[in-house]
């Protein structure tokens, strides 16, 4: 089959508009890995890493977040919660986090339980962070469980990825929700492509509720906030 026979064929399955919007999103990702000298666009296997912890058969392979939905996503929450750390749980080699900080947002986190992809966010960020501008400081990576973490009280926002399955996510609301009882704040936990299992999780706890499901780039983000007063 030729490749012009095969280009119809992605037309005719997705439509037009989507496979065009694919096409230059897929263009951006390997700009954005040559503009600012990172890896971010290869799938890791998580039976390939270095993973201490029990959370490993529930972890995902890593698969990193688009850059144009990122950053479209970045600004919509920047207009819904003020100040705070971001963190993206299960942040892989760093992409959304970098993003995060880009956009202006002061300090944002990565957690992330393979070894491996954490020292790749660190090349990643100690890379992009001199050439896109960004403060040495305004981005962490950790190494660590999500259902171990400490979830400061200085957080406010949640990013979700799917790394990880819906007992993972039981876990980490009722985490998050903990935090917030320490020090009650306007928290938001926003998840890409919400699946059935976790839709399942997040409607069986009380403290967090479905605000908006913006679409940037094709891609859902369901954003959720808990209630405050």
């Not at 508009?17 to 954005?32: I, Q, R, S």
């Not at 966010?121 to 896109?132: D, E, I, L, M, Q």
């Amino acid at each position: 089959m030729s490749l012009y026979s095969r280009f119809k064929g992605v037309i005719r399955r997705q439509g037009f508009k989507m496979t065009v919007t694919k096409a230059v999103g897929t263009l951006a990702d390997y700009w954005f890995e040559w503009r600012y000298g990172v890896d971010t666009i290869a799938v890791s296997r998580l039976d390939n890493l270095t993973i201490e912890t029990e959370s490993r058969e529930h972890g995902t392979s890593y698969e990193g977040i688009r850059v144009l939905p990122a950053r479209s996503f970045v600004r919509h929450v920047r207009t819904l919660v003020s100040g705070g750390v971001f963190v993206d749980l299960g942040c892989g080699k760093g992409k959304a986090v970098f993003i995060t900080a880009q956009e202006g947002i002061a300090n944002a986190r990565g957690i992330e339980f393979a070894r491996e992809l954490c020292e790749v966010a660190r090349r990643n960020w100690a890379s992009f962070h001199t050439k896109a501008g960004c403060r040495p400081d305004a981005c962490e990576i950790i190494e660590g469980d999500v259902t171990t973490y400490a979830y400061p009280t200085d957080e406010t926002v949640y990013f979700i990825n799917n790394p990880f399955d819906e007992v993972i996510l039981a876990k980490v609301v009722a985490n998050i929700t903990a935090s917030v009882e320490r020090r009650p704040r306007r928290v938001l936990i926003v998840i890409c492509n919400l699946s059935a299992h976790y839709r399942a999780v997040m409607d069986r706890q009380k403290e967090f509720s479905l605000i908006e499901v913006p679409v940037f780039w094709g891609y859902p983000f369901s954003i959720f906030s808990n209630h405050l007063g």
